[in-house]
């Protein structure tokens, strides 16, 4: 299995502009999950899907995020418009709801995210 | 809901030394404990977890011990190499659930040869 996959790996983009953030789960897996790491904040939760549909989405820090899961393989964090504070690195992870490692939080590499 | 709290959050030790993480947590509800280390520029991944049933777990040179009654958790790195430097996250849940993790804010280690 290739892991979770994200794209792009890196995203330098001017404020105001919209940003999507792409994330591909293990397969199998049904929960996925968006966080946020910055130093000031640590690693922070800001949305989680379990069978594609949204549970918590109370991280989101304000109107400007939303995600989507339309299927099982694929999700999106889109930010519109992006501001410089937006800045960090994002990271989805994914985790089975089953099976021996069914609470293992498997992450992607991540999204660093510039917004000048 | 639920509130991790980590210390310290920087640890420097001696290469062979040990090394100590503590977390605490306040929903006494949680029942599943991980622990997970990133690396500079590396994502985060899992090293070791405990579950309430359990009170320490080993693994190698790392272990895990939990104490319910005071919702704390700790994690023991003995003999520590060089490789072992990296941001330490612990983090709690409930299991069996679609329940997110809440982690702690991280420990960075150094590792000194």
């Known amino acids: 299995d290739a892991g979770v996959i994200q794209s792009p790996r890196h995203e330098v983009t001017e404020m105001g502009q919209e940003v999507t953030l792409r994330c591909k789960p293990i397969?199998?897996?049904?929960?996925l999950f968006w966080y946020r790491q910055t130093m000031m904040r640590g690693l922070e939760l800001l949305i989680y899907?379990?069978?594609?549909?949204?549970?918590?989405d109370s991280g989101m820090p304000e109107d400007r995020f939303s995600a989507k899961m339309p299927n099982a393989s694929f999700s999106t964090l889109k930010i519109q418009p992006s501001e410089p504070r937006d800045s960090a690195v994002y990271f989805c992870a994914s985790r089975s709801m089953s099976g021996a490692r069914y609470n293992e939080q498997f992450f992607g590499p991540g999204t660093r995210l510039t917004v000048l | 809901g639920e509130n991790v709290e980590q210390h310290p959050s920087t640890l420097s030790v001696q290469e062979g030394d040990s090394a100590v993480i503590k977390c605490t947590y306040s929903d006494s509800a949680s029942n599943y404990f991980p622990w997970y280390k990133q690396e500079l520029g590396k994502r985060p991944q899992l090293i070791i977890d405990i579950r309430s049933n359990v009170g320490e777990k080993k693994d190698q040179r790392i272990a895990v011990t939990l104490n319910k009654t005071a919702k704390h958790f700790s994690l023991h790195i003995t003999e520590t190499q060089p490789e072992d430097s990296a941001v330490y996250f612990c983090a709690a849940s409930l299991t069996g659930s679609a329940r997110q993790l809440t982690f702690g804010s991280g420990t960075q280690l150094t590792v000194l040869p």
């Open positions: 397969s199998g897996h049904n929960s």
């Open positions: 899907f379990n069978n594609n549909v949204p549970i918590d």
